[in-house]
């Protein structure tokens, strides 16, 4: 059954951190992690069985505080890393650390958990990426083609490119960089490019974007006032290694093309509020998606863009004249760039937009108040891109 209705799941505490389970391409699955100040705090890894669109869940518990970004290893489904909040003596530390799983929740099941039996498990830790002497962790990064040892965290103004050990029990800091300038410079996001052997990063900071080198930890490229106000979120391309997405708090979403900055290559406005994430599709680049504080989440077409901006191209054998002349027509015209759908079902600010690492078309959306959308690209439109 392929249903476009979306199917909700709602937390009972407030969350703002969502990933997919990067390492897992087989079955869908997603991961939350919670925002609560009186409770110990969770991660609800959330399993997705598209045959009977039915959400089945496992709770691990995360007791050391409140969860405020996570990620997932790209090689093994059973690591994670969370940044927290800890109070010591009166002052709030963001921390982070990488976790294992236990062993029988690594890989997406479908097997429905009996709700008598839905102990919750604990988080194991592997290792804190010990933030002492460089402030609050904003985001952990992992090389997205590695083997999971890598991992880059942003901490206040610093840079910081971190070793795991063979079982991930130990972390060294191999190299870092700060960022330098006046006045209180913080990183507030960060993404590792696919493309170029993995050896470029882009942060945001205020309302600049900008590119570093991971060998030489040197800045490459930058964008000042990429957005009129805090830029919030960026992703790469996946198909196209120079493009870049952005978004911020002036309810805008800008492409640009980092080997000329002085301009976006595209800008999308339509949000009403700040735009908090932006997410490209991992097969179709021309999928965008965005979640806001206008409690709403848009799915957007960004064909002209992308890498395939005129469409399939047609094998010529498979033509007649006339067919091979309308074919060429059709060829010069770029397709239209278009908001393909706007998502209601959230009541508050979207914090997180992530697409499936299993199914290009599914993707989950989650509101302050806990509640996860699952959602699929419209089926016309799913039929328009394949056929």
Known sequence: MEDDAPVIYGLEFQARALTPQTAETDAIRFLVGTQSLRYDNQIHIIDFDDENNIIN?????????????????????????????????????????????????????????????????????????????????????????????????????????WDLQESSDKAVLSSSAALEGKGQLKFTSGRWSPHHNCTQIATANDTTVRGWDTRSMRQIYCIENAHGQLVRDLDFNPNKQYYLASCGDDCKVK???????????????????????????????????????????????????????????????????????????????????????TYEEHEDSVYAVEWSSADPWLFASLSYDGRLVINRVPRALKYHILL
Not at 121 to 133: I, P, S
Not at 286 to 297: A, H, K, N, P, Y
Not at 319 to 324: C, F, G, T, V, W
Request: hydrophobic share 35%.
């Open 57 to 161: 869940k496992n709770v691990l518990l995360h007791q050391v505080g409140e969860i405020w970004h996570i990620s997932t290893s790209p090689a093994d489904k059973g690591v994670l890393a969370t940044c927290y909040n800890k109070t010591s003596d009166t002052k709030v530390m963001t921390c982070a650390a990488v976790w294992r799983m236990p062993k029988e929740l690594e890989s997406g099941s479908h097997e429905s958990p009996d709700d008598s039996s839905s102990n919750t498990q604990t988080l194991e830790l592997l290792c804190h990426l010990d933030n002492t002497a460089h402030g609050n962790m904003a985001c952990v990064m992992w090389e997205p083609m590695g083997d999971g040892k890598k991992i880059i965290s942003l901490a206040d103004n610093n840079i910081l490119m």
């Open 255 to 341: 492409f640009w093309d980092t080997r000329n900055v002085t301009e976006p290559v595209k800008t999308l406005e339509e949000h009403s509020h700040w735009v908090w994430n932006v997410r490209y599709n991992h097969s179709h680049d021309q999928l965008i998606l965005t979640g806001s504080s206008d409690s709403r989440v848009i799915l957007s077409n960004m064909v002209s863009i992308s890498s395939e901006p005129f469409g399939h191209m047609v094998d010529d054998d498979e033509l007649s004249d006339q067919e091979d002349q309308h074919q060429e027509e059709k060829i010069k015209e770029p397709l239209q760039d278009s908001v393909i759908a």
